[in-house]
């Protein structure tokens, strides 16, 4: 009786063994961890394809040129279910939204030259990408945000 027993939970497990990797992936995907992350690659994928990168220069190639921050602008932009109680300021935006808003800047903060310095300063500073490096980034990111608290 025993051994039937466990020949047919046996059995059950080899036929339906995938189920555990399903479940586990469903977890994992319902975690803010990987809402995050998935969020972040949605945003950049979103930018990299739909905006000119050399046209577009971020707040990072600012401080490098050490432009005043109020000649940049920044941009919020959410992924997934969020609701506000206000009215959104302009520069907050949807994923879709965000192309239109940046586009909609078109006043030249940088010269032609500028731009090229700014970007070989930028490859040359940055840091090789990997698991290393992702965690000392989040380490600093708590950092900065517990300092801020």
């Known amino acids: 009786m025993i051994t039937a027993f466990w020949s047919?939970?046996?059995?059950?497990?080899?036929?339906?063994?995938?189920?555990l990797f399903v479940f586990v992936a469903i977890g994992v995907v319902k975690t803010p961890w990987f809402k995050g992350l998935a969020g972040e690659f949605q945003v950049n994928l979103l930018l990299k394809i739909r905006l000119l990168g050399d046209q577009y220069c971020l707040k990072t190639r600012g401080n490098l040129?050490?432009?005043d921050q109020?000649?940049?602008?920044?941009?919020?932009?959410?992924?997934?279910?969020?609701?506000?109680?206000?009215?959104?300021?302009?520069n907050v935006t949807y994923a879709g939204g965000a192309i239109s808003y940046i586009t909609s800047m078109q006043q030249r903060i940088l010269s032609a030259?500028?731009?090229?310095?700014?970007?070989?300063?930028?490859?040359?500073g940055r840091l090789a990408r990997g698991f290393a490096t992702s965690r000392r980034h989040l380490a600093h990111v708590r950092k900065v945000v517990t300092s801020n608290e």
Do not use: R
Not at 70 to 90: N, Q, R
């Open 8 to 19: 047919a939970l046996v059995g059950m497990l080899g036929a339906y063994w995938y189920l």
């Open 65 to 67: 040129l050490e432009i």
């Open 70 to 90: 109020h000649a940049l602008f920044s941009t919020v932009i959410f992924i997934g279910d969020s609701e506000f109680k206000t009215t959104m300021p302009s």
């Open 113 to 124: 030259s500028q731009v090229e310095v700014t970007k070989a300063a930028t490859e040359s």
